[in-house]
């Protein structure tokens, strides 16, 4: 049997949630969301690369 309950693992989650809001500045804020876009980016942009190498390597 599981020894954590749905609600104390959503307790912790808020909590940890809730403690973390109020250090937050908008300035991290934002160079958090353009730091994962452009991760996102490259990330897809390489998996495309990677794929159409593949392609052509195998013919």
Do not use: Q, R, W
Request: aromatic content about 6%; glycine content about 6%; hydrophobic content about 40%.
């Amino acid at each position: 049997m599981n020894s954590h309950s749905n609600s104390t693992l959503v307790g912790t989650a808020g909590g940890t949630f809730l403690s973390i809001v109020p250090n937050l500045n908008s300035e991290d804020l934002i160079k958090t969301v353009i730091l994962a876009t452009v991760g996102a980016v490259v990330s897809f942009s390489i998996s495309v690369l990677l794929k159409y190498l593949c392609k052509k390597h195998k013919k």
